[in-house]
Structures are given as C-alpha cells and as structure tokens.
C-alpha cells in the first residue's frame, strides 16, 4: 500500500488531502478564522475577583476577558487523596483566598468563547500528543476507560515503566492502545519537551501571552496522519514546507524526512481529481464500478447507507451479482465514512443474500476495511431485518456540516412543495383574509413557477375565487422568492 499526503495551504484555508494508491481517502480542512482556542495555554493577569460569582476575570490578551471559577482553580492532592477529593477540597476555599487582582496565571482554556461569553478557564493544564495526554502539575497514571478493563491493568505497567521518575501524569488515550513501546517513548518526549518550553515561556513574556497553541493541522499531519506506509508530505507552499521541515525534525524527524515542497505549475489537489471527489462526497450517491451505486442520508441522530445493484446484471446468475456488488459497496463505505468523516451511529441496508457464506464474505470484507480506519469503529452483525449496524468515534464535525448549511430554500429538508401545493395553500390564505378584511384588491407575490400555474391550468379557479370573494385577484411574479414562499398584499 502507498500513501501521499498532499497539502494545499492558502492564508484562510489548510486543506490536507491523504491518497491511497491514487485514490483520495481521508480529507482534513482548517480554517483560520474558525480555528479554536480550546488546548490553548496563556499567561493571563487576574483583572477582577468576584467573590459572589466565586470567579474571577482573567485578562488573556483576547477582546473579552476570559472567565475561571473557583472549580477549575487546581490544587495537587495530599498523599493518597483522589483528583476528585482534592477537586472538591479547593472549591470549598473562597476564590478571594486563592486569586488576587493583578496576579499572574498560567491557565489554559477549556472551552471557546460563545456569543457575549469569554473562554473558561482552568489552572490544571493538560497537553495532547499522539497517543497520550500530559498532566505536568500530576503523578497519575491513566488508561482511557473506553480501553477494555482487562486491558487496562497491562497498559498501566508498561506505562509505569516508559514514564520513569522524571514525574508528571499521564493518560493514555484508545489511540494509543495498539502502540509500541517506542511510539508511546516518542509521545512522552515531544510532551516534556512541550511543556519545557511554555514553563520556560512563562518566566520571559509578559502577562497576557499566548505560551502554547494546540497544533495547527500542518503539524497534526507530522504527528497524527503520517504513518510507515507513507511516501511522500507535498506541500505547495514554500514558507509552511519550512515550517513543517522545522517543527518536523525537532519533534517527528521520521515524518520530516517525507515533506517535499511542490513546484508544479499545476494546484496540487488537481493531481488527483481532489477538488471532484470532495463534490462528490457532499452528494448522496455515490457510484460503483459495476454499475451498482449507494445512496448515502446523514442525519442527526444517525447515518443510513442503502445498497442497490442499478445497472449491474454482469455476473452468471443473481445471487452472484448481489454478492459483488456487496462486496464492492464494502470497500465503498468505509471508504466514505473517512472521507465524509461520519461519526456516530450507521445503519448499512446491504442487498439481501441468501447464502450464509455470502453474508459472512461481506461482514469480514467491512470488518477488514474498518480495521484501517484511524478512527475506532465497531461493527456487528447482520440484524434480523438483515440490516448492519457499526458505530464510529466522532473525531471533528463531517465534511457536510463543515462546508455546508441548510440550504435557505427548503430549509435542510431537502424536499419542497409543488408548484400546485403553494397555489392551493394562497387560495386558503386570500379566503381567510377575505373574512377578516375589506381591501379593494387582493395582489399575489410568488415564485415565477407558482405565478405561471396560475395564469395557465388554474386560471379558471383563481376567476371563480375573485367572484366568490366579490374583489380581483393580481398577481406579481418575484423571481428571487423560493418555491414555498408567498406574499399576499391588501391594497
């Protein structure tokens, strides 16, 4: 297997690309203005205490100030306390007590400002890497409770072993199930080496400065998505290819050694057809080569995929045709799934098969193709209703909703009424306002398609209507109102 990672980066936009054997599977998209702060690390200045809010302001150099509550305020726990214990004792101190106006604190945010709301804030800092979370201000070692009990026990000793006695907690995360011990090594070197330098930070800059940004998506690529099966890391631009170059030898020398700056004249993502995959992964089907095809339905609570064989009748008899177009939507799926970035609940309405050993055939193919998803999926067995349901960890919204909205028209429903629908809805509506008021004229304002059927097959309906209600009826075509939308005007 090949892999390319392929990077188009502009001012206001990262967009990484990740091709298997020329074909795009994964697609990653940061925007600058959309970029969060939470993981964010700075040096604020304590502006105002409130001691009947037990909060406090914090000036972090953003245009509001952010916001600390006396229980994000961390303090270690006594020897043989819980983090939870310790959590409860420091709430029961007056933040007036711990906090005074003007003071100096590293604190890291928690959670994005929201509308006229300022960031939270928390005194405990913890720093993502790969495979592990770093707790500085801690000695506790963790294992994700989504790792299998188990499992745990096993992980926390070699945990225990790699961390040594240089102090400092950590947590590891599922990704970092499966390691090895070298990777879990080179996570807990690029973690120390992190909070070295925003130790080193806080004692040189002045209040209000940024110490440590949670990495941008040109440096997740070094750490997160470059793996042995990796190539090449093309990178059309100049100043980020050094920056990668730099950042990548320091902490992931490995990685570092595969970024090539691109020089073609042609945009890169136009190497592999990029630009048409992504406007193919934002409809909802999705064609086979065998003429089958997906149809795919993302909504709240779950995603659906059906199944069809279309135009495919090549095979020696039906139940062989069902079962490769199956197969074939197997390998299509998960494909999807990484490139749509689904997460959640998936419901797969395979076309129905027979033979048992067809069944089995298509559930290891899926299982088989998940298994390379970087992302934890689990998958079980056909249902009764001969349906297959899986489940994958959300990781970051999906392609849809990043680059989407609900279209402003049928308002994401995808759907609107007809033409006839709206005209019979404005006959209901100018006989309920006939009731209630006396104009001397009725005017319609609607959508050109609506405005012709009147004029045309129901002309005849709209006459007897202005003869009922004694008063005329005028029409005015607007071409920039929606098929569902109407105005009824007194005149």
Not at 231 to 248: N, T
Request: proline share 3%; glycine share 8%; charged share 25%.
């Amino acid at each position: 297997m090949q892999e390319d990672i392929l990077i188009n980066w502009s001012p206001q936009e990262t967009r990484v690309a990740v091709v298997e054997n020329g074909v795009l599977q994964e697609l990653h998209v940061e925007r600058t203005l959309e970029r969060g702060l939470v993981g964010n690390v700075y040096l604020g200045k304590v502006a105002r205490v409130l001691p009947g809010m037990q909060s406090a302001f914090i000036d972090i150099g953003l245009e509001r100030a952010a916001f600390l509550h006396v229980a994000d305020v961390w303090h270690p726990p006594a020897e043989g306390e819980t983090i939870s214990a310790a959590r409860n004792a420091a709430t029961q101190i007056p933040i007036e007590k711990q906090v005074f106006e003007g003071q100096s604190l590293v604190v890291q945010v928690i959670k994005d400002p929201i509308g006229t709301k300022g960031a939270r804030l928390s005194t405990q800092i913890s720093i993502a890497g790969r495979m592990l979370v770093f707790l500085p201000q801690d000695d506790h070692l963790g294992v994700s409770q989504k790792i299998l009990p188990e499992q745990r026990d096993e992980l926390r000793r070699r945990l225990q072993v790699l961390v040594g006695d240089q102090g400092g907690g950590f947590i590891l995360r599922t990704n970092g199930e499966e390691a090895s011990d070298q990777e879990l090594a080179d996570d807990i070197a690029y973690l120390r080496k992190a909070w070295a330098r925003i130790r080193q930070a806080a004692t040189k800059l002045p209040a209000t400065s940024l110490l440590h940004q949670d990495l941008s998506l040109l440096q997740r690529v070094l750490r997160d998505l470059t793996t042995e099966f990796t190539q090449f890391i093309k990178v059309d631009s100049l100043e980020q290819f050094a920056v990668m170059k730099a950042f990548g030898q320091e902490f992931m020398p490995a990685a570092a050694q595969k970024l090539v700056h691109y020089k073609g004249e042609r945009p890169i993502f136009d190497l592999y057809a990029i630009d048409e995959e992504i406007a193919k992964a934002l409809g909802r089907r999705v064609d086979l080569k065998s003429g089958g095809y997906l149809m795919v339905d993302q909504t709240e609570a779950l995603t659906t995929v059906d199944v069809n064989t279309g135009g495919f009748v090549g095979a020696r008899n039906f139940d062989d045709t069902i079962f490769k177009t199956n197969l074939e939507a197997a390998q299509a799926i998960a494909r999807q799934l990484r490139l749509r970035n689904l997460g959640g609940i998936i419901i797969v309405d395979f076309i129905d098969m027979a033979p048992e050993e067809h069944r089995e055939a298509v559930l290891a193919e899926i299982r088989k193709q998940l298994a390379r998803d970087r992302v934890k999926t689990m998958c079980g067995g056909f249902s009764q209703l001969g349906l297959v349901e899986m489940t994958r960890k959300r990781t970051r919204e999906s392609l849809a909703h990043m680059l989407c909205e609900p279209c402003p028209v049928c308002e994401g429903k995808g759907i609107v009424k007809t033409a006839r629908s709206v005209a019979y809805d404005i006959f209901r509506e100018i006989l309920r306002e006939a009731r209630q008021f006396n104009p001397r004229e009725f005017r319609v304002v609607a959508s050109p398609k609506v405005i012709e059927l009147f004029l045309d097959e129901e002309s005849q309906h709209l006459a007897g209507l202005s003869e009922f209600i004694g008063k005329p009826v005028s029409l005015q075509s607007e071409s920039a109102m929606g098929q569902e939308q109407y105005d009824i005007v007194l005149l």
